[in-house]
């Protein structure tokens, strides 16, 4: 992705079902569960990277001694610097007692984080500050073990303000601008209720039951009760992802599929998903059952995880970027006029290099079947020589980005960004033939197009293309996200600034100040959660127009080189990513009310010139 944004979160969730001198035993190592969690985390650390989280409970400890731990970082490099600490108490134990690790109930009595309970986070900051108090997880104490709580989650509330106002309470800052807080809030408070009806033994699925429907937003949740309870929660559309697996041994759960297969070593259909509305609920005697707490509703599970989020390790999800890029060969095919002799294809380093991959099969089957029909036209006419070149005609493929990382880690001043900004990429000299060769790059998706105008397509120019065209496997994106993306300002997308700069241009200004007053009423009304105003905007405009102005905006003004952009369209999108139908950025077809209500926000916000979040 050339736009970096800050995304999802991911979830590891690990219970031993056996004692830990089990896992001595049988594993070789009484810290196998930390192990475990270290690794799901680490197979997941492209989910967040500015934070990270543990949290462990001890079961059966006598009354009065700790059982509930959490340890947060937002370190360079926190997973690292999270398990670093752990080590190191490990290492001072060792120092008084060598063997000490041969004995694992003395372990247990010494070491925090030694429980039969692990639960890990990993943060990108989609709302609030990036300071350490705002990583999961987040706990909340009692004298009593069953009120006690370590709550951590992948998710975006836009309804924390009438949460708070439900239970009465007036949020401080710190709670303003955490949802986690708010859901946190909630969660206890029916904890409480449900234990002072069965002191330490209290009815999760009843606390989630009465808890989860308060909640509008997209989730994956994950819960440690201090009594040895626990459980992952996943909302009703399945807009955010959740992955299990459980044997006699232990259960685990993730964020994502390929994180639990390489962590245990086990099969693809071993790895069950979490279906949306459900739960895992598992008892302090580590049994687990999967119930529904939520009645599912239309499957609308985030399509941005197929495209670009999760790890590309996932067979599934290779399959799927394979399948993006290919769709998109036909419309590009006619762009170039079938001229493959005078084309480069080529991808934006590094999340694209799938769907490019797709890209080239789809260029490649066009030529094997350009072939096969041009060879048998000959008939019995042609020699070894024009059949020779006739086969070795291939896809030209050439390596022209290269994004220089250490680089990047180096921009950190405002005054001289844009100077800097150009070289975060750098070019393969030589590979183009000066105003002869189109040459075409993939990206995964473009959201601001800044990194496309000030560096990508800058660089490019200077090998002298007859033309650039810009692929994006993704639609346009159009609309904020509040489910758990970065993606919550109007004015950061392109699409939305083409659209806007088309209104300009063509004096439809009326409709602006139309769409202006529409929203003010509805605000008036509290009405704004019931419909997507800001989709009108788009109406007067083909895919097309939108798509020739993106390539106006990302064209710097000393480039005289023309400058395309093809977009996936919808309905490739889902052919490709079947499962994963949520679309909302690109269609603005949110899946709850409050999605409605954060995109009319985004817009008055940019129209009224405030450059904050639409929620």
């Not at 896809?395 to 001289?416: C, G, P």
């Amino acid at each position: 992705m050339s736009d970096e944004i800050k995304h999802e979160c991911g979830l590891a969730f690990v219970r031993l079902r056996k004692p830990l001198s089990y896992y001595l035993q049988q594993y070789g190592s009484a810290m196998y569960g930390l192990n475990k969690l270290y690794l799901l985390m680490e197979k997941q650390h492209n989910r967040g990277q500015d934070g990270a989280g543990i949290a462990s409970v001890k079961l059966n400890v006598e009354p009065g001694y700790p059982f509930l731990y959490r340890l947060r970082s937002n370190n360079n490099q926190p997973i690292a610097d999270l398990f670093f600490k752990i080590g190191q108490e490990v290492a001072d134990l060792e120092k008084y007692q060598p063997d000490i690790k041969k004995h694992p109930g003395l372990m247990k009595g010494h070491l925090p984080f030694m429980g039969e309970s692990l639960m890990g986070h990993l943060r990108y900051g989609t709302q609030g500050k990036n300071n350490v108090e705002f990583c999961h997880p987040f706990i909340k104490r009692d004298i009593q073990p069953g009120r006690n709580i370590a709550l951590a989650g992948n998710f975006n509330l836009v309804n924390t303000d009438e949460l708070y106002d439900l239970l009465n309470i007036t949020p401080g800052e710190f709670q303003k601008q955490s949802d986690l807080a708010a859901m946190m809030e909630v969660i206890h408070h029916f904890l409480v209720k449900e234990d002072e009806i069965r002191p330490n033994r209290a009815d999760l699925s009843a606390v989630l039951k009465k808890s989860a429907p308060l909640f509008d937003g997209g989730y994956t949740i994950g819960g440690l009760i201090g009594n040895g309870h626990s459980f992952v929660l996943r909302d009703a559309h399945g807009i955010r992802p959740a992955y299990y697996y459980a044997n006699e041994d232990f259960i685990v759960a993730a964020s994502e599929r390929a994180a639990i297969r390489t962590t245990f070593n086990v099969g693809e259909n071993e790895v069950l998903e979490l279906m949306p509305g459900n739960a895992i609920l598992v008892d302090d005697e580590g049994n687990f059952n999967i119930e529904q707490i939520l009645e599912p509703k239309e499957r609308r599970a985030c399509s941005f995880e197929r495209i670009y989020f999760s790890r590309g390790s996932d067979e599934k999800i290779y399959r799927e970027r394979i399948a993006l890029g290919y769709h998109l060969s036909k419309r590009l095919l006619e762009n170039i006029n079938y001229d493959l002799k005078n084309t480069i294809f080529s991808y934006i380093p590094n999340t694209a290099e799938v769907a490019f991959y797709g890209l080239v099969k789809g260029m490649e089957d066009y030529l094997n079947k350009r072939k096969v029909e041009r060879i048998l036209s000959w008939g019995n006419d042609f020699t070894e020589e024009k059949l020779t070149e006739m086969i070795n005609r291939k896809i030209r493929q050439e390596k022209i980005a290269i994004k220089d990382v250490k680089l990047r880690t180096f921009i950190t001043e405002d005054t001289s960004r844009n100077e800097m900004v150009q070289h975060v990429y750098d070019i393969t000299y030589g590979t183009v033939r000066k105003n002869e060769d189109t040459l075409v790059v993939i990206d995964d998706s473009i959201v601001r197009g800044t990194t496309l105008k000030e560096s990508i397509v800058r660089m490019l120019a200077r090998l002298y293309p007859k033309k650039i065209i810009v692929v994006s496997s993704a639609p346009q994106i159009r609309y904020p996200d509040c489910y758990g993306i970065d993606m919550s300002k109007m004015g950061d997308f392109i699409a939305f600034r083409a659209a806007y700069e088309l209104i300009r241009e063509r004096g439809m200004d009326d409709l602006l100040e139309t769409l202006v007053e529409k929203c003010k009423e509805m605000q008036r009304n509290n009405q704004l959660h019931t419909e997507n105003v800001v989709r009108q905007l788009y109406k007067p405009f083909t895919t097309e127009e939108i798509s020739a102005k993106i390539a106006q905006l990302i064209t710097p003004p000393e480039v005289n080189i023309p400058v395309e952009v093809i977009y996936q369209n919808i309905k490739d999108l889902h052919e490709s990513c079947p499962t994963n139908t949520g679309d909302w950025y690109f269609t603005g077809n949110y899946p709850t009310p409050g999605g409605n209500k954060v995109c009319n926000k985004a817009f008055l916000n940019f129209m009224e010139g405030k450059n904050v979040r639409g929620y």
